[in-house]
């Protein structure tokens, strides 16, 4: 079974920086696309960022500039390192990946980020 854990959620203030990673368990192969989602409260869940196999990145416009996101393929990691955190950043962050064969999408549990003014 193939889970995502996510990591390095938490409460910092304005302007700050977080890390946030997610690990790939379970058998897998042929991961296409790792990235990262997120939603707020009453939103939708919205893309931030994500990677693709051939190392091509994909940003929100609200994040370009401030966030960058990477992938270890060897380990089926993927990081986001955030910069410069505004309270319109709190949400909650799922990692994502999608295949190559089939297109199957896998979600991990989510990891709460809270920017205080």
């Known amino acids: 079974q193939v889970q995502l854990a996510e990591s390095g959620g938490g409460l910092v203030q304005a302007g700050g920086s977080l890390s946030l990673s997610c690990a790939v368990s379970g058998r897998i192969s042929g991961i296409d696309v790792m990235g990262w989602y997120r939603q707020a409260p009453e939103k939708q869940r919205e893309l931030v960022a994500m990677?693709?196999?051939?190392?091509?990145?994909t940003y929100a416009d609200s994040v370009k500039g401030r966030f960058t996101v990477s992938r270890d393929t060897a380990k089926n990691t993927v990081t986001l390192q955030m910069n410069s955190l505004k309270p319109e950043d709190t949400a909650v962050y799922y990692c994502?990946?999608?295949?190559?064969?089939?297109?199957?999408?896998?979600w991990g549990q989510g990891t709460q980020v809270t920017v205080s003014s």
């Open positions: 994502n990946l999608m295949t190559v064969v089939g297109a199957h999408t896998y």
């Open positions: 990677v693709r196999r051939f190392g091509t990145t």
